[in-house]
């Protein structure tokens, strides 16, 4: 499974929210999943019970600390399928004939 998660509180952070990021981060990191950071949220994957359970773990982590958190996820899953975070662009790349910027 590939998910893209993004949770945040809806009241901290009038200058910045990468403190509670990080928190995130550290959950994911610890799961020992394959991960992705972007500037927009973080793509997570490998079996669905494991996924969830991150997803679940980072929304409740912001939860604790927070009258209202916002978490958008969005999953793909596609049987049998691994190395999706890096496949899936090494696929476009192939169809426009070079390398796009990461990072």
Do not use: W
Not at 2 to 7: G, M, N
Not at 79 to 87: C, E, L, N, P, V
């Amino acid at each position: 499974m590939l998910a893209e998660i993004s949770v945040f509180p809806l009241d901290k952070g009038s200058k910045g929210l990468s403190f509670y990021v990080a928190q995130s981060m550290r959950i994911i990191e610890d799961s020992g999943l394959d991960f992705e950071i972007h500037a927009l949220g973080t793509l997570i994957e490998g079996p669905s019970d494991k996924v969830f359970e991150v997803i679940r773990k980072c929304h409740e982590n912001i939860v604790d600390q927070s009258d209202r958190v916002v978490t958008y996820v969005k999953i793909d899953d596609r049987k049998g399928a691994t190395g999706r975070i890096a496949g899936k662009i090494k696929s476009v790349e192939e169809q426009l004939g070079k390398d796009l910027p990461k990072g």
